[in-house]
């Protein structure tokens, strides 16, 4: 009797935290930027946050969630190909032709790299789009990310800095694919338990990102005034090539309306907390400055794009294309 209040009033702060997630995260880069030393010191936890991000959006999944690759190999095929190929490629074009070198470079290859961005299933079902594609694209780029984003970086960076592709791998496994099974196991085996964690879950995971995002811009205050304003052209044009590309990739390969729409924000929105997690233990504090801008504008333009898209229903509207409850 007594502990449901303060239950039901956490779950209505993370309800708001849900709601409010991109403005929470531009707070959070102003707190950075106003307060760089203390923020700063917050860097040496950004994979231990990032750990338990992970281990919350495994909760939010079950083995169920991966059918879809097999009911839809084609669509989720597509969709994991063009998020391997087109973000990390335009990662190192935007980031060449504008001039970035050293640790900016690799964190721009970084950034691209990583897998599908958590928060993109939030806004692909708010922009009507196909919810079970969208989480199962999450799922998959993140189960194959200790090997593909090592090699990916490898690829594309390696001659900017040297690169450890076994830390690297090692890193991904320790800090995404344990958690997330982690997470997947508890509430295949705790399900009663993980029900009643479900509703908080989002107040973890905002808290992990804003303060990841805090301690990155903290620790880069002066790169960000000196050179924010071409880094952040960078990660705007960075962002808009993943969803136009991503949305031709989905057209191209025939599929209905609500799948582009997926296919398109699973790949312009990518899991910068990871990147910046990366970029801070294997590189430099300023090759996590990427990761860092990449979060605030993605869900900036996450939110917007979402905004267009709710008003212009997809041609395609049957049932079986919007589960919109498969992640709780």
């Given at each position: 009797?007594?502990?449901?209040?303060?239950?039901?009033?956490?779950?209505?702060?993370?309800?708001?935290?849900?709601?409010?997630?991109?403005?929470?995260?531009?707070?959070?880069?102003?707190?950075?930027?106003?307060?760089?030393?203390?923020?700063?010191?917050?860097?040496?936890?950004?994979?231990?946050?990032?750990?338990?991000?992970?281990?919350?959006?495994?909760?939010?999944?079950?083995?169920?969630?991966?059918?879809?690759?097999?009911?839809?190999?084609?669509?989720?095929?597509i969709g994991i190909v063009a998020q391997f190929a087109v973000m990390?490629?335009?990662?190192?074009?935007?980031?060449?032709?504008?001039?970035?070198?050293?640790?900016?470079?690799?964190?721009?290859?970084?950034?691209g790299s990583a897998p599908g961005g958590t928060s993109s299933n939030?806004?692909?079902?708010?922009?009507?789009?196909?919810?079970?594609?969208?989480?199962?694209?999450?799922?998959?780029?993140?189960?194959?990310?200790?090997?593909?984003?090592?090699?990916?970086?490898?690829?594309?960076?390696?001659?900017?800095?040297?690169?450890?592709?076994?830390?690297?791998?090692?890193?991904?496994?320790?800090?995404?694919?344990?958690?997330?099974?982690?997470?997947?196991?508890?509430?295949?085996?705790?399900?009663?338990?993980?029900?009643?964690?479900?509703?908080?879950?989002?107040?973890?995971?905002?808290?992990?990102?804003?303060?990841?995002?805090?301690?990155?811009?903290?620790?880069?205050?002066?790169?960000?005034?000196?050179?924010?304003?071409?880094?952040?052209?960078?990660?705007?044009?960075?962002?808009?090539?993943?969803?136009?590309?991503?949305?031709?990739?989905?057209?191209?390969?025939?599929l209905d309306e609500a799948s582009r729409r997926a296919v398109s924000?699973?790949?312009?929105?990518?899991?910068?907390?990871?990147?910046?997690?990366?970029?801070?233990?294997?590189?430099?504090?300023?090759?996590?400055?990427?990761?860092?801008?990449?979060?605030?504008?993605?869900?900036?333009?996450?939110?917007?794009?979402?905004?267009?898209?709710?008003?212009?229903?997809?041609?395609?509207?049957?049932?079986?294309?919007?589960?919109?409850?498969?992640?709780?």
């Amino acid at each position: 009797m007594m502990s449901t209040p303060p239950q039901g009033a956490v779950a209505r702060v993370a309800e708001l935290a849900g709601r409010w997630f991109g403005v929470l995260v531009i707070l959070g880069a102003a707190v950075g930027l106003a307060l760089p030393g203390p923020t700063a010191t917050l860097a040496p936890s950004v994979p231990l946050l990032l750990g338990v991000i992970m281990f919350g959006m495994g909760l939010t999944l079950r083995p169920a969630d991966f059918a879809l690759v097999l009911r839809r190999p084609w669509a989720v095929g597509i969709g994991i190909v063009a998020q391997f190929a087109v973000m990390p490629v335009a990662g190192w074009l935007v980031g060449t032709l504008l001039g970035l070198t050293g640790a900016l470079l690799v964190g721009m290859v970084l950034v691209g790299s990583a897998p599908g961005g958590t928060s993109s299933n939030v806004i692909v079902f708010l922009a009507k789009g196909d919810v079970a594609l969208s989480v199962t694209m999450t799922s998959v780029s993140t189960l194959l990310a200790p090997v593909m984003t090592p090699l990916l970086v490898l690829w594309l960076a390696g001659s900017s800095l040297p690169v450890d592709t076994a830390g690297l791998l090692f890193s991904i496994v320790q800090t995404v694919l344990v958690p997330v099974v982690a997470g997947i196991l508890l509430r295949v085996f705790a399900s009663r338990l993980v029900a009643h964690m479900l509703p908080v879950l989002p107040l973890v995971s905002v808290t992990g990102v804003v303060l990841v995002v805090a301690s990155v811009v903290g620790a880069n205050a002066d790169a960000v005034i000196s050179s924010g304003a071409l880094l952040m052209l960078a990660v705007v044009l960075h962002n808009g090539i993943g969803y136009l590309l991503g949305y031709l990739a989905a057209r191209a390969a025939r599929l209905d309306e609500a799948s582009r729409r997926a296919v398109s924000v699973e790949i312009g929105m990518q899991n910068s907390g990871l990147a910046a997690s990366l970029a801070t233990v294997h590189f430099t504090p300023l090759a996590a400055l990427p990761a860092a801008l990449f979060s605030v504008w993605h869900n900036i333009s996450g939110a917007a794009i979402a905004s267009f898209w709710a008003r212009r229903p997809t041609r395609d509207d049957r049932d079986d294309r919007t589960p919109a409850t498969g992640t709780g």
